[in-house]
Each structure stands twice: as structure tokens, then as C-alpha cells.
């Protein structure tokens, strides 16, 4: 491993020992802070928690543009149903797996901690020629760009932004969707269990999961749309009554688990184990080569210790319908960049919390248009199940400016280092871009990245070797302003 790699990943394990889900970025912020002050750098924070770290050219780059360099502080914090991790109190433990840096059982962190690690090691390096620097770490990006949306006018003066979020090396991202979440909820009407019915306990695991933009194009299952499938086989062979349910944990992650608590009459345990038995065999089949640890468990639970309130059968059978009718995943793709998914829904959360019924829903699009039709269509499908539903968290796409003098350095700079070509592209997430450049008249943006895999999932993991090229690339094109 090259040595700059150790260092930047020796920043990262220090990032990391800190708590940072979305909201509780204040430690993090008061060590940036802390940092910054012993460098003699200057640092401000603004009402929201953002922070701009400020670093002098180095002699001969006086006159070049203010560079940008922004990441975002806060982290997805997911982990395995077996894991005992604290992620308000315990650090994320590194661990280097062959070429790949991984968490313990948890999500990494490297979404967005990298970008973190990166900028404190230009920082860092007095070998650096470089122009002035605004290091803009943002807060709470990962609940809905939320940090980015709090920004003042003249909180930065650069207008050169080279965002450090996005998840494949050699790729520039120029372009991003939109989104908006959807929440439906419903008051429920409870009823009293009957004294000789089964408690059944229905699990669905052992699902990849991943970042609901970047990942929803490899048609990972989601629990909560195959839940909603076997409850209403279960549903339309017998009466069934649900006492709770709870999938999914965050809008921008696919839901990995999901996990049911019903009753029936006695009589008709034996038919619910055998469809739940021939279901699993059925969805292991369909998704054989994308989820191979996909995992159906039914339990038959005593009564005792149970609550003794349900739903009605018929309110059990309104909520798996509208369960089934909701749209996930793909709805379609881009007509200008190949493979690239232009519009999609995440059915992310579900839960019966207070006998209301809660789903979280998350769109996301490449248009303004489309991304009012998913809505008004998850709108449509909630009011006809008698739900309310409430908009919010929504930001612009960024639209892609193909004739841009930063994309056209960056390409350059990277066939003079790589000796090959880098690929341009939109994505399918969001990215701050698209609220920055919404607020700061005449910025010039563009993003990258190393490689990752399964962001927003306990998978996450970091291509070693990645981290060492985009450090080469980096360097060589903040070093290339000194001959402008």
C-alpha cells in the first residue's frame, strides 16, 4: 500500500472513531474544528452546523480560483440484525479485507467520511502546490440534503467545486436526480384478538440492501415489497389479523430486513406454513443470482405475552394491499445517458408505531416532470387506500453542463496522468451539486470518487487501490492551476 494511501486512511480511522449518523454530526464538527484551529487555519460554522475551512495558496497560486473541495460529515448508519454496535457511542472499526477497507459488521462510513480524509490530507501536505481552498464539509446530506439546504449567501467565494461523494473511479459525475419523500400514515382501528388464534412470526433476511439511487438499477430485492407479497397470498387463503409490522430503517437504503407479527384461526396454521414454505422456494428461484442469502422464516409464537389487540381483518387486508400497490424500484430509465435509471421509488420504511400505520417512501428522478408523476401516483394508490400523505426533503436534479471548463481540465488531466480516458456520467442519487449550484450563481461543479460497493448497507466497502488514484488525479489538477 502506498504511503499517502496509509495517511489518508489513517484520517479516515480518525473520522471514524467518531459517532456521526445523520443529526449527531456535533462531534465531528467541534474535531474538525479543533484540527483546523491547531493548523492555524481559519474555520467558520454557520447556523446548521456546516463548516468552511479555509487554506492559503501556496507561492505562485495567488491568483488562481478559489477551489471548493466539499464532502459531507454525516454517515448512514445501518448494521447486521445480529450486531451489538452503538452507533451513538462506538467507533466504526476498520478492517482491511485483501484491496478492500470494510466495516465490522456495519455500514463503513466511507459515504462520505473519505471525502472528509481527503481534504485534511491536501490540507496536510506542504509538498502540495495548490490554489486557495475552501474545505466545505456539509451536515446532514444523507436525510435529504438537508446541510446543503441551510447554506447563506456568501458562506463560500469559490465557484470551482470539486465534490467528493461520488462512488466509482475514472467516472466524472456531472449530473444527478431529483427527489422527494413521500409519507403515508393511517390512524388504525383495533380489534380484540380472539382467545384460540396463533401468533405467527414472519421474517424476510439475508437481503444486500445498498443505496436506494445507486443500487436500484442491479433489482435487489426489497423485504418490505416481498412481505407485502406473502401476506397477501397468506390473506387471500384466510382471514389473518396483523399486531405489527417493521421493515426497512432509512429512505435512502433498500430494505434489507423486514418482520411481521399476525394471528389466524388455529385451524389454518397448517395451510400458512405450507404457502410460506412453497413462497420462499418460489423468491429464492426469482432471485437466485442477486440475493443468494435471501431468507423467509415463519414462527409459530405461544400467546402468552402477546398483545391482545389487532387489526380487523378487513383494515389487515386494506394495509397489504396498498403494501403491494405501492411501486419500488425501477419506473425508467434514461434516454440520454446508456444504463442509467432516469426514475425510480424506494419503498424504504413500514411500521405500525402507536396504531398508526407509517411507509416512507423515496423518489427520485433525472426531470422535474417525472418525478411529479411517481409522486402523484404513490399519492393516488395512498388516497385510495384512505392514507394521508405528506411531501417533503425535496431537492432539484442537477442538470448536466456538457460544455464545462472544470470537465474539460478534469478529462484532460486525467489521460495525462492515466494515459486513458475518463468516463463522464449522470447519476442516479443526489448529490449537494444540485443545491449548491442552485444557491451560488456561476459555480462550476463536478463530482468523484474511489470506488465503492454497497453504500448505505453493511457491505460497504472501499477499493484500496481507487483511494491512491483519485489522491494522483487530485493533486495534478489542483497543481495545474499554477500554469493557467
Known sequence: MEEKVKSILEYFEQINAIPRCSKNEEQIGLWLTQWAESKQLMVKKDAAGNLLVKVPPTPGYEHAPVIVIQGHTDMVCEKTPDSMHDFSNDSINNIIDGNWLRADNT?????????????????????????????LFTVDEETGLNGAKELEPGFINGRVLLNVDSETEGLFTVGCAGGRHT???????????????QFFNLNISGLHGGHSGIDIIKQRASANKILARILHRIAIACDIQLVSIKGGTAHNAIARDAAVVFVCADENSGDIVRMVSEFEGTVQTEYETIESNLAIKLTATESAG????????????????????????????????????????????????????????????????????????????????????????????????????????????????????????????????????DKYEGMDMISFGPDLRD?????????????????????ALLESYGSK
Request: proline residues 5%.
Open 107 to 135: 455500514t463503513l462510513g466511507a459515504d462520505n467520511g473519505i471525502a472528509i480524509a481527503l481534504a485534511m490530507a491536501v490540507a496536510d501536505d506542504e509538498n502540495i502546490a495548490h490554489p486557495p481552498l475552501e474545505l
Open 183 to 197: 409519507m403515508i400514515s393511517r390512524k388504525l382501528a383495533l380489534t380484540d384478538i380472539a382467545e384460540e388464534s
Open 306 to 437: 402477546q398483545k391482545k389487540t389487532a387489526l380487523s381483518v378487513a383494515e389487515t387486508q386494506r394495509v397489504i394491499n396498498l403494501l403491494l400497490s405501492l411501486p419500488h424500484g425501477v419506473m425508467g430509465m434514461s434516454a440520454v445517458f446508456t444504463d442509467l435509471v432516469e426514475t425510480s421509488n424506494n419503498l424504504a420504511t413500514v411500521e405500525i408505531k402507536d396504531d398508526t400505520l407509517q411507509i416512507l417512501t423515496s423518489q427520485r428522478s433525472l426531470t422535474r416532470s417525472r418525478l411529479e408523476e411517481i409522486t402523484n401516483s404513490i399519492r393516488a394508490t395512498a388516497a385510495l387506500a384512505g392514507t394521508d400523505t405528506k411531501c417533503d426533503s425535496e431537492y432539484p436534479p442537477w442538470t448536466p453542463n456538457m460544455q464545462s471548463a472544470l470537465l474539460e481540465l478534469c478529462q484532460k488531466i486525467y489521460k495525462q496522468v492515466f494515459d486513458q480516458e475518463a468516463k463522464v456520467k449522470s447519476v442516479h442519487a443526489g448529490l449537494e451539486c444540485a443545491i449548491i449550484g
Open 455 to 475: 453504500p448505505h448497507s453493511p457491505n460497504e466497502g472501499l477499493y484500496i487501490p481507487s483511494l491512491g488514484k483519485v489522491w494522483k488525479f487530485m493533486v
